[in-house]
C-alpha cells in the first residue's frame, strides 16, 4: 500500500475573484458578495479587485461565472454561492444566474 493509499487527495483551494467598477461604485455589492462567500466556504480564498468600467465579473478557479459587462446585472449571489460550494466540492463550476434587473429605467 502506498502513502497515497492511505490519505485521499486534497482538493486544491477554491478561489473566487471578483472584479467591480469604481466609476459604478459597485465595490460595496463586491464586499457584500465576498463576505457572504467567506462565511459559507471559509477555506476559499476570496479576492475583490477594480477592473474595468461597468464590470462586475465573478471568476471561480478562473472561470467566469458571471458578467455584469455581458449581462447588465449583478449576480443572484445564492447562485453564486452555491456555485462556490460546487467548486469546494470538487464539482464542475457552472455559470451563475443573474438578479432580475427591475429598476432600471432606458429613456
Do not use: W
Not at 467566469?64 to 447588465?72: A, G
Request: charged fraction near 25%; proline fraction near 7%; charge should be negative.
Amino acid at each position: 500500500m502506498t502513502e497515497s493509499d492511505d490519505f485521499p487527495a486534497t482538493p486544491a483551494a477554491t478561489r473566487v475573484d471578483i472584479e467591480y467598477c469604481t466609476v459604478c461604485n459597485s465595490e460595496p455589492q463586491c464586499l457584500q458578495l465576498a463576505g457572504l462567500i467567506r462565511a459559507s466556504v471559509p477555506e476559499a480564498e476570496v479576492e475583490c479587485r477594480t477592473g474595468r468600467r461597468g464590470s462586475f465579473e465573478v471568476y471561480i478557479n478562473d472561470t467566469l461565472v458571471h458578467s455584469k459587462l455581458n449581462s447588465l446585472a449583478f449576480p443572484d449571489y445564492a447562485d453564486v454561492l452555491e456555485r462556490v460550494r460546487d467548486a469546494h466540492n470538487g464539482l464542475p463550476v457552472r455559470q451563475a444566474a443573474a438578479q432580475p434587473i427591475t429598476d432600471c429605467v432606458v429613456q
